[in-house]
């Protein structure tokens, strides 16, 4: 009989402190100060879209790392690769936008009362934020998980030569 622990590593429940403190120190770096940032983090209107960006990310990281890497990357479809990794990333920022519609609505205020944006448009929005943050948290994780299996930058040419990767 398997220890009751295991679930936690079958399952990669681990990853969720992991996004949580990665997610909270951008909110400490933005914020200025640990306190402020965890008291944004734990009131309204900002709790929800923490939780919309921690989520949504890691799923988002989870599905590149878990699918798209071992399903295209490693098999040497780098240009496919690519292409579904931004796919993703676009859809994720996306998705994360509405989390700041929603914790504003439900505080009864505008996105502009709520966060400071003086443009409420959607995508203006989306490229301010939850772009550039998913871009950031998809490198980390790929470079995470690259470097984790061995590719490391002065590996030089082996390294792609070993992983069967051609470069486009």
């Given at each position: 009989?398997?220890?009751?622990?295991?679930?936690?590593?079958?399952?990669?429940?681990?990853?969720?402190?992991?996004?949580?403190?990665?997610?909270?120190?951008?909110?400490?770096?933005?914020?200025?100060?640990?306190?402020?940032?965890?008291?944004?983090?734990?009131?309204?209107?900002?709790?929800?879209?923490?939780?919309?960006?921690?989520?949504?990310?890691?799923?988002?990281?989870?599905?590149?790392?878990?699918?798209?890497?071992?399903?295209?990357?490693?098999?040497?479809?780098?240009?496919?690769?690519?292409?579904?990794?931004?796919?993703?990333?676009?859809i994720?920022?996306?998705?994360?936008?509405?989390?700041?519609?929603?914790?504003?609505?439900?505080?009864?205020?505008?996105?502009?009362?709520?966060?400071?944006?003086?443009?409420?448009?959607?995508?203006?929005?989306?490229?301010?934020?939850?772009?550039s943050?998913?871009?950031?948290?998809?490198?980390?994780?790929?470079?995470?998980k690259?470097?984790?299996?061995?590719?490391?930058?002065?590996?030089?040419?082996?390294?792609?030569?070993?992983?069967?990767?051609?470069?486009?």
């Amino acid at each position: 009989m398997k220890a009751s622990g295991n679930w936690l590593i079958r399952y990669k429940l681990y990853h969720i402190p992991f996004w949580f403190l990665y997610n909270y120190t951008w909110w400490v770096i933005a914020w200025g100060h640990p306190y402020e940032a965890a008291k944004a983090i734990f009131t309204t209107p900002f709790a929800l879209k923490f939780l919309f960006y921690m989520v949504l990310q890691g799923l988002a990281a989870s599905f590149n790392l878990y699918y798209l890497i071992p399903r295209f990357l490693e098999k040497g479809k780098i240009t496919l690769y690519f292409t579904l990794l931004a796919i993703t990333i676009a859809i994720t920022a996306l998705c994360i936008t509405p989390g700041y519609y929603l914790s504003a609505y439900l505080n009864g205020q505008t996105i502009a009362d709520a966060y400071g944006k003086e443009n409420e448009n959607f995508l203006h929005l989306v490229s301010g934020g939850p772009l550039s943050s998913t871009i950031a948290i998809m490198t980390l994780a790929m470079s995470i998980k690259l470097g984790k299996n061995g590719c490391k930058p002065n590996a030089g040419n082996s390294c792609w030569k070993r992983k069967n990767w051609k470069r486009n």
